[in-house]
């Protein structure tokens, strides 16, 4: 409801909650277990061969052991036993992202059902990893006018870049770029 009689510049607004039809709409939800895949492959079943429990979550990866468990399950803001948070997925799959070293973060959450009088989620957390490895050159050509003696100036350049994602392991990116005009 809107009333703008008391004063010329103001608007008072009353809001009116209605209660859900849905018993589920205002439930709480609580994580349960957190579990980290890496290498995973959308439309590919994944053959995880490796699961340990590190930092409150289970880290499931593949033999080739590509990551660092300690450092990537650090950046996981969902914990066991906490309310569900829309911010702790966002901040989650921000951290990851921003890493640089996967393509896509994607959190899904189960039903695992109650347990200590708790709605109970699990949380999946499937990690894409770009290429290890980039590679690329440049090649410009450039025409600048540089002053008034000299109509323009015809020049090229070259730029080559290398990049290498978890070179040590520890999910870093070291980065080599060589430019030449």
């Known amino acids: ?28 939800y609580f994580i349960d277990s957190v579990f980290v895949h890496t290498d995973y492959l959308p439309k590919q079943d994944s053959l995880y061969s490796d699961t340990i429990f590190i930092n409150n979550c289970y880290y499931i990866s593949t033999k ?15 914990a066991p036993n906490r309310h ?37 989620l699990n949380c ?16 410009e050509i450039n025409n600048r006018s540089e002053s008034t003696l000299v109509n323009s100036l015809l020049g090229t350049a070259l730029n080559f870049s290398y990049a290498n994602r978890t070179l ?8 080599l770029n060589v430019f030449t005009g």
């Open 84 to 120: 569900y948070s829309k911010r702790d997925y966002e901040t989650t799959i921000n951290h990851y992202l921003g890493l640089g070293i996967f393509k896509f973060a994607t959190i899904k959450y189960e039903k695992v059902g109650l347990r200590d009088n708790k709605s109970r």
């Open 124 to 139: 999946h957390i499937y990690l894409t990893s770009n290429k290890k490895m980039h590679i690329a050159a440049e090649a």
């Open 64 to 78: 080739k052991k590509r990551f660092n468990a300690h450092a990537l399950t650090h950046f996981v803001i969902i």
């Open 1 to 28: 409801d809107l009333d703008s009689t008391k004063n010329e510049h103001s608007i008072d607004v009353f809001l009116k909650l209605m209660q859900p039809t849905d018993s589920t709409i205002h439930k709480q």
């Open 168 to 175: 040590f392991r520890g999910e870093e990116v070291f980065k």
